[in-house]
C-alpha cells in the first residue's frame, strides 16, 4: 500500500489488526475523538439532543473501524493471488467512509426525523478530508512508534529453572546456532542477512545479501537491538555489519568506511576515534 504521501506502508492484515492492541493506538484514537466532537466537521452540534449526538460519533467511529479492517483483510486475501498494483490508502479510507455516513445519516434520520438527512451529505467532501487528516497523522507519527518493539519485548527472559552451568560465551555455539533476528518496522529480519542501513527521514533503506528492503523505522531503535560485534554505526544515519566492513579508509579528504563491494560509508568525525577502536578490536 501507499500512504496519503504515496510513501511505500510495509502492513500485514495481521499487523493491521494487531495496532488496536497497542495503547498508543487508542490514546491517539481518543484525542482525535474528543477533536472530532469539539470541532463537530458535521454541524449537527445544537441541531440534535446531546445524548444523540455523542452516540452518533461514537457509532460512527466504531464503524468506520469495523469497515476499514474488513476491507484490509479483503484486500490482504486479494494479495495472494494479485500482488499488484499497490492501492492508495486514502481510497481504502474513501470505501469505508461513504457506507458509514450512509448508515449514521439513516440511524439519524430515524430518530429525528428526515430534517436532518441532507446535512451530513452535504458536508461530506469536509468530513472526509478531517478524517484523511488525522489517519495521515498517525501514519506518519504514531504508526512508527507502534510497529517498533519496546525493549523489554525485544529481550526474551530466561525460563525459570534450576541452577545451570555459567552460561557460554557471546558468539559461542550455543549462540550462533540460534537464528537472531533484527525487529525493523515491525518486521523480524535475519540479521546475518544484513549488510548495511541506511536512515532517510522516517523510513531506513536495508540492504541484505540478495535484496533491499525500504520500511518505516528509525534507525536507533533497530541499533539498539545489535551489539558491537555485530557491525557499527559510523554516522548517526548509517550502521554497517562486521562482515560488510573492508576497513578504514579516506574520500575527497573525509574519513569513509570501505565495504567489501568497494562502496563507501562517510563516517563523521565525531565518531572517528570510536570507529578506530571498533576496527581495532573486530576486524584485527
Do not use: C, N
Not at 491517539?28 to 444523540?52: E, K, N, Q, T, W
Not at 486475501?77 to 470505501?95: C, D, K, T
Not at 478530508?129 to 504508526?143: P, W
Not at 552460561?167 to 540460534?178: I, K, Q, T, V
Amino acid at each position: 500500500m501507499r500512504a496519503t504521501t504515496f510513501e511505500p506502508i510495509e502492513l500485514t492484515a495481521q499487523q493491521f489488526l494487531g495496532l488496536f492492541e497497542h495503547r498508543l493506538t487508542w490514546r491517539y484514537m481518543s484525542l482525535v475523538f474528543v477533536i472530532l466532537i469539539a470541532a463537530d466537521p458535521s454541524g449537527l452540534a445544537g441541531r440534535l439532543p446531546a445524548g444523540l449526538f455523542l452516540l452518533a460519533w461514537f457509532a460512527a467511529f466504531l464503524l468506520y473501524l469495523f469497515l476499514q479492517a474488513a476491507l484490509i483483510v479483503a484486500l490482504a486475501a486479494i494479495r495472494q493471488v494479485m500482488p499488484r498494483p499497490a492501492v492508495y490508502w486514502p481510497l481504502i479510507s474513501l470505501f469505508s467512509f461513504a457506507p458509514t455516513l450512509l448508515a449514521v445519516e439513516a440511524g439519524i434520520s430515524f430518530f429525528a426525523g428526515d430534517v436532518l438527512r441532507p446535512l451530513l451529505l452535504e458536508r461530506m467532501l469536509y468530513i472526509a478530508i478531517t478524517v484523511i487528516l488525522f489517519e495521515t497523522i498517525y501514519m506518519r507519527f504514531v504508526l512508527p512508534r507502534v510497529l517498533t518493539p519496546e525493549p523489554a519485548e525485544l529481550a526474551e527472559p530466561a525460563p525459570p529453572g534450576p541452577a545451570a552451568g555459567p552460561a557460554p560465551e557471546r558468539g559461542g555455539p550455543d549462540e550462533d546456532s540460534a537464528e537472531r533476528l533484527l525487529h525493523v518496522g515491525g518486521q523480524p529480519v535475519a540479521i546475518d542477512e544484513v549488510q548495511l542501513i541506511e536512515a532517510h527521514e522516517h523510513h531506513v533503506h536495508v540492504r541484505l545479501r540478495d535484496d533491499t528492503r525500504t520500511m518505516r523505522a528509525r534507525l536507533s531503535d533497530i541499533v539498539a537491538q545489535t551489539r558491537p560485534d555485530d557491525g557499527i554505526q559510523p554516522h548517526r544515519s548509517w550502521w554497517v555489519a562486521r562482515g560488510t566492513v573492508a576497513g578504514l579508509d579516506r574520500e575527497s579528504g573525509k574519513p569513509v568506511l570501505r565495504l567489501t563491494d568497494g562502496d563507501a560509508v562517510p563516517v563523521a568525525r565525531g565518531r572517528l576515534p570510536e570507529v578506530r577502536d571498533w576496527i581495532d578490536t573486530h576486524l584485527g
